[in-house]
């Protein structure tokens, strides 16, 4: 039942690309939507039950739905869009989420060692990912995903037919778990579980990886480190390849480079280093690389050159602001690890 679609997006990306809402449609939709009576609503159902879900179990979960402004409200206030990066670093970056991290790594230590040998991704990353998207499943989204997904598949001004692709994977996720639509929950642009997958990534990616026959991003931590190590495998995670370098360069950005792309590694060492950027240690000058800025204070910025696995965390979440995060707080928590001994 699994359909193509395009999976383009990562796991997070539908909440950094979207436009402003128009002020006269959010005052338009302040009332209550009889989704039922929608049009788009009985095209979905056709659809999702072409793929063989039963069409009297998808009335059911649509006369469940509901309609929600703050949804949409939601969608234009991702801090990846709004903050700089000594602002985002402090939002995860803190002693607790460390330590937690550490103690969450502890636990899981034997699923995580796996999921390295077999993916070939450190347990620090993945332990990181989950840290920054839920807080190492703690908190996994107040938002029914129904409520959500309907919302903005039918309301967005822009990206409906996106979600639209993320509602009819969701439904279809629900039937074939046999769980109640309306009883899961995830953050308002429909991510879902420890890890926060998107529903056409968590068909694509989303593993057993306790063998128990069944996929559970929601409560199996198991399940979600497998999930997690195999969503990086599957965009190319270089085993034991480098993340990022540090360098050092001009104050003021030089003009010859883009800086903070979320494209594949482009530039070469030479190129950034014709452009007054240094590495901090030997590379070879055919590297390529992304050139990446990131702003310390209001005054000071440190430069730094992503490679490919730097790239890779950014299909999780398209934002480097994002991805250095996650890869600082996996250097914390393993330096923590190692102090705890």
Known sequence: MNRARNRAGGCLVAALLVCSIPQALAEQEREPVNLQENESVQQLIE???????????????????????????????????????FEYRDIFLKQQRIEEGAAFMQVHADTLARAEEVYGVPGSIITAIIGVE???????????????LSTLA??????????RGELAAFLEIAYEQEVDPADLYGSYAGAM?????????????????????????????VDAIGSVANYFAEHGWQRDGAIYHEATGPDELPDALVFNQTFAPSITVADMKAAGIEPQEPLDDALRV??????MDEEHTRYRLGENNFYVITRYNHSHLYAMAVTELAEAIEQQVEEQG
């Open 154 to 163: 039918f309301y967005h001004p822009t990206r409906g037919d996106f979600f």
């Open 193 to 221: 579980g420890y890890p926060q997958f998107i529903p056409t990534s968590y068909q694509a990616y989303a593993i057993d990886f306790d063998g128990d026959g069944h996929r559970d991003l929601w409560e199996n931590s």
């Open 290 to 295: 992304v050139p990446l800025a990131f702003e």
């Open 134 to 148: 839920t807080y190492y499943g703690r908190h996994k989204g107040q938002h029914r995903v129904l409520d959500s």
């Open 47 to 85: 659809e999702v039950a072409a793929q063989g879900v039963p069409d009297a179990w998808l009335r059911n979960a649509f006369a469940e739905a509901n309609y929600s402004q703050g949804v949409l409200d939601a969608m234009d206030g991702a801090a990846e869009r709004r903050l700089r990066w």
